[in-house]
């Protein structure tokens, strides 16, 4: 018996069909892309405005007339449409903020901890301005549309990409270079760049970049502290010389090469401290195999050489390549930024000595020469400057700061074994502080100090050592010891006892009074900084 093939009705569907048709309910659908954000800031406001609660549709006809509200309902119905927002593009457009700036505006307030609210206030926008901007479109705040409405502030956060393409190149300008090659080119570039200036058009600023790069230089800052070197960068010239096989003289003074090379005629051919005897010799011969300085180095002098002119050959060189440029600190402009410093110095010293009570009657002269031997030193705070009952290392003046003036008490202590041990205990009897001085008579007369004395703030200090006392003629030191007092000697041992026991009162007052205030809080359960207390 043949089988034979049964064909299909028409229209008639399997059970596979009928299965697949079914499933299909369950499926759920995928994410619409054409649907659209919704500006719920917009929407409230409009429901604001016509008196329609949010999330509803229905217009209350209980409270006005059913023509002001059929009126404001055609014109909601009318407006609605735009409190749908544009889909965000991913490149800005014409007119705008370029969307790195923004971003990263967002993105330090994110770093901050801010809030939209907060990162609203600090750019003087509003958070539905930032609603709308996350989003990629705009909040007008009202039905108008124009550009002009929009609400936009000194620095707008107007659009926020989701691209990383557009926060990688900001990343890529803003990173920080770590190769020592690349920061001394960069450094180099700001040298020649801020010394092309003239030295009185540069700003406060300029000069200030101008002494961090120059730091980083050992040839200068071996010769010259920071604080002058900070000061000869106000008068720092550049020099360019464009032709090849040019002589430069080094006499005239100190040169930093900030583009090209030269070569070296003699030997040494920088001028420094240490080498100063090398330069009494007369002019050496010219070197057989010449030294080639390039961008970095140094050559020259800050002080000319005596007997010598500025077109000696001594510390000359010869450039090697054309446009040769040179950063130049005279011989002469840094002769009289060194007497400047040294005047501003010796006044300041001056105004010093004489608003001191000890010194304040004497004569120019003397008070001069006292001030000639003046060094300055900052002492940190509980610092021991001078000890009761040892003699003083120096004459001290205080400019800044105050000191503690400590004395010495005996003391009756009980130990545990029931036997009593005397200590010594210190006992603060007053303070020391500015345009004050200690320490004369105990230097002069080789006197024990009566008095401890110790730093209680930081203190700038003008100090005279006992070495450099030996300098002065003895009318200025009998003029010394005649108007100095030793310091806090006046008290009796009953006087230092009492102020003992005053202050040893009120700091068992003071405790009593906290251990309350502290028994009290626990009783109550009071959590100071928890909770409720923590405002």
């Not at 800031?41 to 229905?58: N, T, V």
């Not at 940190?380 to 000191?403: D, M």
């Not at 200090?461 to 806090?488: G, W």
């Not at 009492?498 to 959590?527: A, T």
């Amino acid at each position: 018996m043949s089988l034979v093939q049964s064909e299909k009705k028409a229209g008639a569907p399997s059970w596979r069909d009928r299965d697949l048709k079914r499933n299909l309910r369950h499926i759920i659908p995928g994410k619409d892309s054409s649907t659209k954000a919704v500006d719920y800031d917009f929407l409230k406001s409009m429901c604001q405005d016509y008196e329609i609660a949010p999330g509803r549709y229905m217009i209350s006809y209980y409270k006005e007339d059913r023509e002001l509200v059929t009126n404001r309902h055609k014109h909601f119905m009318k407006n609605y449409h735009r409190m749908f927002l544009k889909k965000p593009s991913s490149r800005l457009p014409e007119g705008e903020l370029p969307a790195l700036k923004q971003s990263t505006a967002l993105g330090l307030a994110l770093a901050l901890g801010l809030g939209s609210s907060d990162l609203a206030t600090g750019l003087g926008v509003s958070k539905l301005s930032l609603a709308t901007h996350a989003t990629g479109g705009y909040s007008t705040g009202g039905v108008s549309d124009k550009k002009s409405d929009r609400p936009l502030a000194i620095n707008p956060v107007n659009n926020m990409s989701h691209d990383i393409r557009d926060y990688v190149a900001d990343l890529h300008r803003q990173r920080i270079m770590h190769d020592p090659e690349n920061i001394f080119t960069e450094n180099i570039k700001t040298l020649r760049r801020l010394s092309r200036k003239m030295p009185f058009d540069r700003t406060a600023s300029d000069n200030d970049k101008m002494f961090r790069i120059l730091k980083t230089f050992s040839q200068l800052t071996n010769q010259v502290s920071d604080f002058v070197l900070r000061e000869l960068c106000v008068i720092a010239v550049i020099d360019i010389w464009r032709e090849v096989n040019f002589t430069v003289f080094g006499n005239s003074g100190l040169h930093l090469i900030v583009k090209g090379s030269v070569s070296v005629c003699t030997e040494p051919h920088l001028r420094t401290d240490e080498n100063e005897k090398d330069f009494r010799v007369p002019t050496p011969p010219p070197l057989k195999q010449k030294d080639i300085l390039t961008v970095g180095d140094c050559f020259g002098t800050l002080k000319c050489l005596e007997g010598r002119g500025t077109n000696s050959k001594v510390l000359t060189v010869i450039t090697e390549e054309p446009n040769c440029e040179f950063i130049r600190i005279s011989c002469t402009e840094y002769k009289r930024v060194i007497k400047q410093i040294h005047q501003k110095d010796q006044t300041e010293k001056m105004n010093l000595l004489s608003s001191c009570q000890v010194y304040k009657l004497w004569p120019p002269q003397p008070l001069s020469k006292l001030a000639n031997l003046i060094e300055w030193i900052n002492f940190p705070s509980n610092t021991v400057l001078v000890s009761e009952g040892f003699k003083a290392p120096s004459i001290f003046v205080i400019k800044s700061g105050e000191c503690h003036v400590l004395r010495e008490v005996e003391k009756k202590h009980m130990l545990p074994n029931g036997k009593v041990e005397i200590r010594n205990k210190q006992v603060v009897m007053g303070k020391v502080g500015e345009n004050e001085s200690f320490g004369e008579i105990s230097l002069l007369t080789d006197e024990s100090m009566t008095c401890s004395i110790i730093t209680s703030t930081s203190v700038q200090m003008a100090t005279i050592d006992s070495d450099k006392l030996k300098e002065l003629d003895d009318v200025t030191l009998q003029l010394i010891k005649q108007s100095s007092s030793p310091t806090f000697a006046d008290f009796t041992q009953d006087e230092i006892y009492e102020e003992y026991m005053n202050q040893e009162l009120k700091r068992e007052w003071n405790e009593f009074k906290h251990n309350v205030v502290v028994d009290v809080i626990n009783s109550r359960g009071v959590r100071p900084g928890y909770g409720k207390w923590s405002k």
